[in-house]
């Protein structure tokens, strides 16, 4: 699916929107730390939605806002919001860390320079 082809685009925004926070919060921030929080955000995210109850996502004083922000995204979008499904929240994060992934290959804040010029 492209961008153009995605009606949930702007949820890609809203959570990039707070990625972008995290990264000017925390200099010490790296593409592969934010990677980590994604990742434990798409656990938390099932929590709030009272799945997932067994795993545990692990957060520090670095990751920990990224986690929350994805959580608050979720909960005000998922079944509120354009059909947005959970299932959709989490593909939606996936691909967002296939772009960090992929800008990390640039530096270890190649990400955070990328989505700083287009995220408000």
């Given amino acids: 699916m492209s961008l153009s082809d995605d009606p949930h ?3 890609c925004q809203d959570i990039e929107t707070g990625l972008k926070a995290e990264y000017e919060r925390h200099p010490t ?4 730390m934010c990677i980590f929080g994604l990742e ?3 656990v938390a995210a099932k929590q709030a939605f009272g799945f997932a109850r067994n795993e545990k996502p692990a ?3 670095v990751t920990g806002g990224i986690v929350d922000w994805c959580v608050h995204v979720a909960t005000e979008r998922v079944d509120r919001i354009n059909a947005l499904t959970l299932k ?3 593909a939606r994060l996936d691909k967002i860390m296939r772009s960090v992934r992929r800008h990390s290959k640039d530096g270890p804040r190649a ?3 990328f ?3 287009y995220v408000p």
């Fill in 9 to 11: 685009i702007d949820v």
């Fill in 29 to 32: 921030l790296t593409d592969n």
């Fill in 40 to 42: 434990n955000a798409k």
């Fill in 59 to 61: 957060r520090n004083s």
């Fill in 88 to 90: 959709e929240f989490n």
């Fill in 111 to 113: 990400y955070y320079e």
């Fill in 115 to 117: 989505i700083r010029h």
